[in-house]
């Protein structure tokens, strides 16, 4: 199995900055992918952005795009989230994914989705 943690989560006012970590945790593990998604009561998870493991690409839902970046610490299988210009509306639980493949040996391995349990962002007006 791998463990997600996100942490760093809080309450900003509106303009304001914060970032988010997620660190990854397990045994024979490897991460291909790692996303951000975003969670507010009886609305459906949204997609906030992802970053490839292997080139760093990134990509962003248009919501956030140009204010959060989201940047990698491969040694550490930890991913950040920056979030700047924040807005009310970017209150919602932040949760980080992650596409992994685990091989306990060298003839066993399998695809394996992890999510952490979430971090509560709170933007004040």
């Known amino acids: 199995q791998v463990q997600l943690v996100e942490s760093g989560g809080g309450l900003v006012p509106a303009g304001g900055s914060l970032r988010l970590s997620c660190a990854a945790s397990?045994?024979?593990?490897?991460?291909?992918?790692m996303d951000w998604f975003r969670q507010v009561p009886g609305k459906e998870r949204e997609f906030v952005g992802k970053?490839?493991?292997?080139?760093?690409?990134?990509d962003y839902a248009d919501s956030v795009k140009g204010r959060f970046t989201i940047s990698r610490a491969n040694a550490k299988n930890t991913i950040y989230l920056l979030m700047n210009s924040l807005k009310p509306e970017d209150t919602a639980v932040y949760l980080c994914?992650?596409?992994?493949?685990?091989?306990?040996?060298?003839?066993?391995?399998?695809?394996?989705?992890?999510w952490g349990q979430g971090t509560q962002v709170t933007v004040s007006s």
């Open positions: 397990g045994r024979a593990f490897s991460v291909s992918a």
């Open positions: 994914a992650a596409h992994t493949k685990i091989c306990p040996t060298v003839e066993s391995c399998w695809s394996y989705d992890a």
């Open positions: 970053i490839n493991w292997s080139d760093g690409n990134t």
